[in-house]
């Protein structure tokens, strides 16, 4: 039943397919009910699937050239019976007109499905949901007069059921129709097999059944070498420019064909194949070899969650036309029907218009856990300027006030507006409205802060490739507990570090001591309209360097001190997000929504608003007021390992271990970029503070630059020899400094390297990259520690760089 249903979602387009919410108008209330829970069922299983639409396997969405290439050849493929179904579905694209004849459109529907579908049909129409029988269809490529008929004669290979009585047939006679078994031609006895399967796997895990059970095939398990050495000879011997890309389907095809031999049970064939195989894959590709080298039997696979992410995410192939042309008209004359399933099933092609790419254009982009990205998923407008400031009046301190010339008028008034104060006279036309996501008011302390700023950016160093900042560095020794986090506040005056005791450290990085606020008693006895009330309400007796916050049951892996530098934000393996009261030094509340370890958490430039990411694979947005998420942002397979916000507070990134960056929109909860290139896990993301460009460092090594408004790799960075954990622009956006577990803090010239950029139409259209081979020219230096790896780095207000990161003996 459960295959069944998947065949009908196919064949019906993905779409929604009834809109149960018309079904109230029915007499009949008790068929409905059984109408309504097959329907859901069928919904509920094609959607745990993530099945997109078919005709999306062989071209890009939106590309109508395409699509109508892919409507016209499938039915001459010549491939065998298995396929022939196939075939149809993927000719007859959803949405497409029925301008084929009835003859034809029968013959894309085997008779058994049909008639239940004209059954159907039937159903809704006399319960007068007119509406809904158009759009099921339009979707099935129905035409228009099959609803006339009296009966469908069949054309199946099993000859089942002659004829159905669809004008008298009652409801009873539909739902026994649509809950029965039905059998469809030689298939019978393979479908039979997968249903009884799903329905013994028992009720508390039905999504991985069904995900699995697509594995079943009827293939000859000896043939799976013959078909991809036939497939890999073919591949060797084409023009060097298609060989780049045709190569790209050997790890997809690699990894599906391996696991339906597993699946069914062929487990020394299963072996042979990996090993004879395996070393032909890419090299980025080693860790998840690795764990699919562990997936020996068909037990293996079911509690799998790299398994299951890669089965039910469609791996992105981005391929020209004419290799996939070259590459399709190879599978038809050989009728190598088993890759050719895999290709339609399992794989998505972004088929261009153009020359082919080249290897390392190719290779640039590739590496993730579900190939690149679909060129669609980074066309959404992404308003990446930033927000208008306040316009708050600059006092004179002493110096201006004695500074008078002659004429009375102080001398230094001009040079104390900084650059941001007069850039956020003009808004940005690429910036957000400022009420597009509601932020919190200036409180006065705020404006206080604001000034303070400014005045500091009057004292910035301006940095250059011949001017390049000093680097404080802050070691800590002795760190028997493992330091596992570090942040500064946005002053520089306090750091803090995450450990792997369950504690979170506090110190003072000034002459100035920490204190905590008098008991509610002395606070009575304060003055409270004196100048000096903050310092008063402050204990003295309480003054100490450093302060320790226990609270969490696990490492702490994520710190964020809050812009105000009140209050301090912590993740743990624990689960939970505490917020700290860096008056009080104490644990103010507990954020659950996570299930699993916490990696990292980030305050919102303006306060208010925090984000995590943890094992669960989401990334959950906050307010500090409110105990549950406002946003949960779903879409990586693999934790979620960093997070940032964007400048303006409108966007959040997150790295992931499936080798992607996303940039969620916070106001909507959806994905509006999804980066790929990265060869391992993401641990680095950092803004420029203009807000356009994005740089990430990963396991690899390597710092890659991204084009947010165009949504491009414009930039690699190359020299880090081990995994890259903090990166951070320059105050003024000139410079990048990286650090590394390689002992060494290295700066970039970033103004270079988005200088040199021109994206044109072609390039932002077809996502082609072609990425100079410049590090050594943008690298400025490299600082090496004596034996520390460097996991946070913080450019002050006047661009002095500190560093830190815990000795390693």
Not at 334 to 357: A, S
Not at 451 to 459: F, H, L, P, V
Not at 498 to 509: I, L, P, Q, Y
Request: charged share 25%.
């Amino acid at each position: 039943m459960l295959s069944k249903c998947v065949n009908h979602y196919k064949r019906f387009g993905g779409a929604g397919l009834l809109d149960v919410s018309n079904y109230a108008h029915s007499k009949n209330q008790s068929d409905v009910l059984v109408l309504h829970r097959w329907c859901f069922r069928l919904f509920h299983i094609a959607h745990a699937q993530f099945i997109p639409k078919m005709a999306a396997v062989q071209g890009g969405i939106g590309d109508a050239d395409i699509k109508t290439d892919i409507k016209t050849e499938p039915s001459a493929d010549g491939f065998g019976n298995n396929n022939a179904n196939e075939g149809r579905v993927l000719s007859a694209s959803p949405g497409s007109s029925a301008s084929t004849g009835s003859n034809k459109q029968s013959a894309a529907v085997p008779s058994e499905d049909q008639q239940t579908l004209l059954a159907v049909l039937q159903f809704l129409k006399k319960n007068k949901l007119t509406e809904s029988v158009e759009i099921l269809r339009r979707e099935a490529g129905l035409p228009e007069n099959s609803l006339n008929l009296k009966s469908t004669e069949s054309s199946g290979a099993g000859g089942a059921a002659g004829s159905v009585d669809l004008e008298g047939g009652d409801a009873s006679s539909l739902l026994s129709r649509v809950t029965g078994s039905s059998s469809v031609g030689a298939q019978a006895p393979t479908k039979g097999t997968v249903n009884s399967e799903c329905s013994a796997a028992g009720e508390d895990q039905p999504d991985v059944s069904v995900v699995l059970s697509a594995y079943s095939q009827q293939g000859d398990p000896a043939l799976y070498e013959v078909y991809y050495s036939d497939l890999k000879k073919f591949i060797e011997t084409v023009l060097d420019c298609h060989r780049a890309e045709l190569s790209q389907v050997f790890y997809p095809l690699f990894v599906h064909m391996y696991l339906e031999l597993v699946y069914n049970n062929h487990e020394n064939e299963a072996k042979a194949f990996f090993e004879k195989f395996s070393g032909d894959q890419e090299c980025y590709y080693e860790d998840d070899l690795r764990i699919l080298s562990g997936l020996t039997k068909k037990e293996h696979m079911r509690g799998n969650e790299t398994l299951l992410d890669f089965r039910t995410s469609k791996f992105v192939l981005r391929i020209s036309r004419d290799s996939y042309q070259l590459l399709k008209r190879h599978l038809q004359e050989r009728q190598n029907n088993q890759i050719w399933n895999i290709i339609q099933e399992h794989l998505y092609i972004d088929i261009f218009d153009g020359m082919p790419r080249s290897k390392s254009q190719i290779d640039a982009m590739s590496g993730s856990l579900a190939g690149e990205a679909k060129r669609e998923a980074n066309k959404t407008k992404v308003y990446y300027g930033l927000l208008k400031e306040p316009e708050i009046e600059l006092p004179l301190d002493d110096e201006d006030e004695e500074a008078e010339n002659e004429e009375g008028k102080p001398k230094k008034k001009k040079p104390k507006k900084d650059s941001m104060g007069s850039k956020s006279k003009k808004q940005d036309p690429n910036a957000p409205s400022q009420n597009r996501i509601p932020l919190p008011e200036l409180k006065d302390s705020d404006k206080l802060d604001k000034i303070m700023y400014m005045k500091e950016a009057t004292k910035r160093i301006r940095l250059g490739p011949d001017n390049l900042p000093s680097i404080c560095f802050y070691t800590f020794l002795n760190v028997y507990q493992g330091l596992t986090a570090v942040d500064f506040t946005d002053d520089s005056s306090l750091i803090a570090g995450g450990f792997a005791d369950s504690t979170v450290r506090v110190w003072s990085v000034t002459p100035k001591k920490l204190r905590k606020v008098k008991s509610a008693a002395d606070l009575n006895l304060i003055d409270k309209e004196s100048d000096d009330v903050l310092e008063r309400i402050m204990d003295e007796k309480t003054a100490s360097e450093s302060k320790i916050l226990y609270g969490h049951s696990g490492p702490v892996y994520g710190i964020s001190f809050s812009p105000d530098r009140n209050y301090l934000l912590s993740s743990s393996e624990d689960g939970t997000v505490r917020l700290w009261s860096l008056l009080t030094f104490s644990c103010l509340v507990a954020y659950k929504g996570h299930n699993y370890p916490v990696w990292d958490t980030q305050f919102s430039p303006y306060g208010y608003y925090f984000v995590s990411g943890g094992h669960d694979r989401v990334a959950r947005l906050w307010a500090t007021d409110h105990y549950q998420p406002l946003r949960i942002f779903s879409g990586h397979l693999a934790d979620v390992t960093c997070t940032r916000f964007h400048p303006n507070s409108n966007y959040v990134a997150t790295g992931s271990s499936d080798r992607t960056i996303r940039l969620w929109d916070v106001l909507t909860g959806n994905c509006a970029r999804i980066f790929t290139g990265h060869k391992g896990p993401i641990h680095a993301l950092a803004f420029s503070p203009n807000g356009k460009f994005l740089a990430s460092g990963a396991t690899d090594g390597r710092v890659l630059l991204w084009d947010i408004g165009h949504g491009l790799m414009v930039g690699e960075l190359k020299g880090h020899t081990d995994t890259i954990y903090s990166l951070r622009f320059s105050r003024d956006g000139e410079i990048l400094a990286s650090g590394s577990m390689d002992n060494t803090v290295r700066l970039w010239d970033a103004m270079k390297a988005f200088d040199d950029l021109e994206t044109d139409d072609f390039t932002a259209a077809t996502g082609h990259i072609h990425l100079q081979d410049n590090s050594q020219e943008l690298l400025l230096g490299t600082y090496t520690t004596k034996s520390t790896p460097v996991i946070h780095l913080h450019f002050t207000r006047r661009n002095l760089l500190l560093a830190a990161g815990a000795f390693n003996p």
